[in-house]
């Protein structure tokens, strides 16, 4: 019996040593983290967010030293340097990286179709998260998207656009391929511009009008001082997808619990994000109306040709790549059968009622040519 006690109690004594070496182990894993946003625009702050509650929660086992956009390096070379493992994890948008696979463009933004809380449902429930694995998987990499932001502002600019037949000509500056087809559909011509150029170009009139994000970080890069006119809504990006890239191997280091807690402050970060932007969004609009800034909104027919556009060009870029055509056909998959909940619920609802839909047989076929 003293024998069996004694084997227990150096069991138990044995198992103590190596839980501490364990976790004396798990605590020398640092991250070096850095994103494609510089410290003056607002959008790091959900980047910041996720840090903090990942140092709070996995600080026992996992440290991220966060360094803002372009301290370490430009923001395009973000990827490469993640993927290389020459930093752990670095925060982005993924549409960025649309010139390598289009497929992460819809991971990104939409046109005309998802609003937030459609990539809230999808990403977590409707199969979403798991595309983002198999989009940045196949360049080594974890995806945890953490930051939702609903539609962007619009087109703000010298020029008033109060219709779709305004677009004749102008030039404005856009991102993203699909919106830039789109556009070009509409009678416009797209200008590329790092979110850095966009206040002098419409200031020196280089561009009738340009966006970047929702009104609380452009007020904050300072539209309101160069543009007089603001076209609304941001049909162009609907909602959009912000999170973080991380090297396959770094993840593969954690253990379980640690990448769990990881998740767990990419979903809070999610819900959080929502509220802040849209708070931020509403703020902007209540200064932007103050100041003088004058709101043209299109119309419902409008919109609504914008809409018939916007399903050409899916399909078009969706038999261009078949990994582009999965991502929309799950989307579109998620819109349908969303609609059997959503469309009874009007006018409480939480998603766009839409009876014009990208054709979800004309996607698959896409996928697979």
Known sequence: MKALRTFTLTGLAAGVALA??????????????????PDNLDLIQMDRHWVELVNKLAGDELTIDF????????????????????IEAAADWPGYWAGLSPAFSPL??????FNGVDYLNWINQWGGFELYQEVYGEYDMVYLPYGITNNESGFMGGTPIESIADLEGKRLRLSGRDQGRVLE????????????EVYQAIERGVI??????????????GFGEVADYWSTPGWHQSASVFGVM???????????ETQEKL???????????????????????????????????????DLARIQEVTNEVILQGAC??????KVYHSMVSYLEHYANWRDVTVPFNMSRTMDNLPSLEELEACMNQ
Do not use: C
């Open 20 to 37: 501490t070496l364990s976790t004396t182990a798990q605590a020398q894993e640092e991250w070096t983290m850095t994103s494609t946003w």
């Open 67 to 86: 360094r803002a956009g372009g301290t370490l390096m430009p923001g395009s070379e973000v990827f490469d340097a993640t993927q290389t493992g020459a």
């Open 108 to 113: 990104a933004t939409t046109t005309s179709l």
């Open 185 to 196: 559909k509409l009678g416009g011509s797209q200008v590329t511009l790092a979110g850095g």
């Open 208 to 221: 009738d009008a340009g966006e970047f994000s929702t009104p609380g970080v452009d007020y904050k890069a």
């Open 246 to 256: 991380i090297n396959k191997d770094a993840w593969d280091a954690l253990s379980e």
């Open 263 to 301: 998740k767990i402050a990419a979903e809070a970060t999610m819900a959080w994000s929502l509220a802040w932007s849209e708070r931020g969004s509403t703020d902007a609009t209540v200064k932007f109306k103050d100041e003088g800034m004058t709101i043209n909104h299109l119309s419902d027919e």
């Open 320 to 325: 261009e790549d078949p990994m582009h055509a």
